[in-house]
C-alpha cells in the first residue's frame, strides 16, 4: 500500500560529502539537503567503491567482484544498478555530472571529490586496510605503546569477565523475550538487530519457543525493511525460521500469517501463500488484520470478489476499517470508485487534513479522471511532505499550463523533488509518474528496475488503474509472467 514518509534532516552514522549530496553508505541512504533517497544495498556498495576510486577508471569486473561478491551474474545487474544512481542523482549518462562510462572499460565518477572525502570513503569501503595503515603510520616507540597498553587493557577485561563480582546472573528466558520484544518496538534499525539478537539467544535457551523464531523474523522484516532484494536473499531463512516456529506452535495463528506474509511478499509463490492464509484464518477467523491482508492478496491475484468478501469480512470484526486508508485504497484498485469516495469522507473525520488522506484523495480522483481535483490533493500533498514553497509554484504553473501530465513529468525527471508523496520508493515512483507524463517507454524501463530490485509494490500492478496505459504493452505482459500474475486486467467484483 502506501508507504511511509520518511525522516529527513539528521546526519546519522559515518558519511561523505559529494557537492550538494550527503551519502551514508551504512544505512544506504543519499540526501540532498532534507531530501533522502533510499538506495538498495548493492547500489550502495557500487557508489561507495566509486567514490573510494574517484577520478579512475573501474573495470566491470572489480565491481562485480566486490559488489557481488564472486557470485555468477551478467553485467545486467550492474547497468540496472548504475542506472539507478544516476536517477537518483539527476544524471545524465550522455552528458555525466557524476558517473562517466567508459566503454568497453568500466565505469568512473568523475565530479569533484575533496580528498578527505575520497579517504573517508576508502576507510568506509576497506575499514580494516585504513586501520592498519594508520597504525603503520605511527611512529615505532608510539607503536609499542600502543600495542602493550592493548595487552593489558586485554588481560583487566580478560579477568573481569571471569570474576564472579563482574558476572551477571544468566538472563531468563521470560527476560530475554520481554527485552526483544521491547527493542522490537523501538523505531531504529540498531534497537531491530538488538532485538534479532535478544531473540536468537532466547532460542538457545529453549528451542521450542515459537514467539522467539517469529520474533526473530519479525525483525529481520523490519531491519530489511524496503530492500526487496536483500529480502528475497534472506527468504528461505526466514521461511525455516517460521516453519520450526509452527512445529513448536501449530495452533498458534500468528505464525502460518507470518508465512503466507513472507509467501506472498517475498518469495512471490501464491499457492504457498493461500494454503497459509487458510491456515491462519481457520485458526483465527476473528482476526480482522489477517482477513485484510487476505484482501490484499486476494486483490493481487485479480479476486475483486474474494478481496471485497475479505475486506468485507474484516470491516465487519473492525468497524474503524470502514474509513480506513487501506478500504480506500482496495475499493480504489477494484475501481469501486463510489464505494471508494463513501470510505474517504469516513477518513476525512478521522485524519483531517493529513497526508494519508490526501494522498488516498489525489489517487482516486486521478483514476476517476478529475485532474483539477487530485492536483488541489497533490497540491496539499507537496506542502505536507515539505517541499518548498519554489517547488509547490513551479507545480502549480505546470499544471495550468500542461495539466497533471506536466506535474509528473517534472516529478520523474527532477533530482531534487522526488520525497515520499505516497508514490512509493523509486525506481516504482518514477514509472507512476512516467506513465502519467506520457513516456511509456521510460515507465517500462522503470519497471524493469523495481523488477530487478523485487519491490513488493510491484504485487498490485495488475489491477492498479495507474497501469492501464500499459497493459497492451508486450513488455508489461512480459513483467506481469515474471511476477507471477494474471495477464488480463479482471472484471469489477458487484
Avoid at 132 to 151: D, I
Avoid at 234 to 253: G, I, N, Y
Avoid at 277 to 297: T, V
Avoid at 333 to 351: S, T
Amino acid at each position: 500500500m502506501f508507504s511511509g514518509i520518511k525522516a529527513t534532516g539528521a546526519d546519522h552514522g559515518r558519511h561523505v560529502v559529494l557537492g550538494d549530496w550527503r551519502f551514508e553508505p551504512d544505512r544506504n541512504m543519499l540526501w540532498q539537503g532534507e531530501t533522502a533517497h533510499r538506495l538498495e544495498n548493492k547500489q550502495a556498495r557500487v557508489l561507495l567503491y566509486l567514490l573510494a576510486h574517484a577520478g579512475e577508471v573501474v573495470g566491470k569486473d572489480a565491481l562485480l567482484s566486490f559488489v557481488w561478491d564472486q557470485k555468477f551474474v551478467g553485467d545486467d545487474v550492474l547497468t540496472v544498478a548504475v542506472s539507478h544512481l544516476r536517477k537518483t542523482l539527476g544524471d545524465n549518462a550522455r552528458q555525466p555530472l557524476y558517473i562517466k562510462t567508459e566503454p568497453k572499460q568500466g565505469y568512473r565518477f568523475i565530479a569533484p571529490l575533496d580528498p578527505a572525502q575520497r579517504a573517508r570513503a576508502q576507510h568506509l569501503l576497506f575499514p580494516e586496510a585504513s586501520e592498519q595503515s594508520q597504525l603503520e603510520a605511527t611512529p615505532a616507540p608510539q607503536r609499542v605503546v600502543l600495542l602493550m597498553a592493548g595487552l593489558v587493557l586485554g588481560v583487566i577485561l580478560f579477568w573481569a569477565v571471569l570474576s564472579p563480582s563482574f558476572t551477571d546472573p544468566a538472563p531468563t528466558e521470560s527476560n530475554l523475550m520481554s527485552e526483544a520484544q521491547a527493542k522490537l518496538s523501538g523505531q531504529t534499525v540498531e534497537e531491530w538487530r538488538d532485538a534479532y539478537r535478544l531473540f536468537s539467544k532466547a532460542v538457545q535457551t529453549d528451542s521450542g519457543l515459537a514467539d522467539a523464531y517469529s520474533g526473530m523474523v519479525r525483525a529481520q522484516l523490519k531491519i530489511l525493511s524496503g530492500r526487496g532484494d536483500l529480502l528475497y536473499e534472506a527468504r528461505a531463512e526466514m521461511r525455516d525460521l517460521l516453519l520450526k516456529a509452527a512445529a513448536s506452535a501449530p495452533d498458534k495463528a500468528e505464525v502460518p500469517y507470518l508465512l503466507a506474509t513472507i509467501y506472498f511478499h517475498i518469495f512471490w509463490d501464491f499457492d504457498a501463500a493461500e494454503t497459509q492464509f487458510q491456515r491462519a484464518l481457520s485458526l483465527r477467523g476473528d482476526a480482522p488484520q489477517f482477513w485484510s491482508g487476505y484482501a490484499q492478496f486476494r486483490l493481487a491475484l485479480g479476486d475483486f470478489s474474494g478481496a471485497l468478501d475479505a475486506l468485507d469480512k474484516a470491516r465487519a470484526l473492525d468497524p474503524l476499517l470502514h474509513g480506513s486508508v487501506q478500504a480506500v485504497w482496495l475499493l480504489n484498485m477494484q475501481r469501486r470508485y463510489d464505494d471508494a469516495q463513501l470510505a474517504l469522507e469516513k477518513l476525512l473525520q478521522v485524519q483531517p487534513d493529513t497526508l494519508l488522506y490526501h494522498v488516498s484523495a489525489q489517487a482516486l480522483h486521478e483514476n476517476r479522471g478529475d485532474d483539477l481535483r487530485s492536483f488541489e490533493h497533490l497540491a496539499r500533498v507537496l506542502a505536507l511532505a515539505g517541499f518548498p514553497e519554489q517547488d509547490r509554484d513551479r507545480a502549480d504553473r505546470l499544471f495550468r499550463q500542461g495539466g497533471l501530465a506536466a506535474v509528473y513529468g517534472w516529478l520523474a525527471e527532477s533530482g531534487t523533488a522526488r520525497r515520499d508523496i505516497g508514490q512509493y520508493d523509486a525506481p516504482l515512483s518514477l514509472a507512476r509518474y512516467a506513465i502519467k507524463a506520457g513516456d511509456h517507454g521510460a515507465a517500462l524501463d522503470h519497471l524493469d528496475a523495481a523488477l530487478a530490485a523485487r519491490q513488493r509494490e510491484l504485487l498490485w500492478i495488475g489491477v492498479d488503474p495507474k497501469y492501464d496505459p500499459l497493459r497492451a504493452d508486450p513488455r508489461f505482459q512480459a513483467l506481469l509472467r515474471a511476477i507471477g500474475l494474471p495477464q488480463a486486467r479482471p472484471q469489477q467484483a458487484s
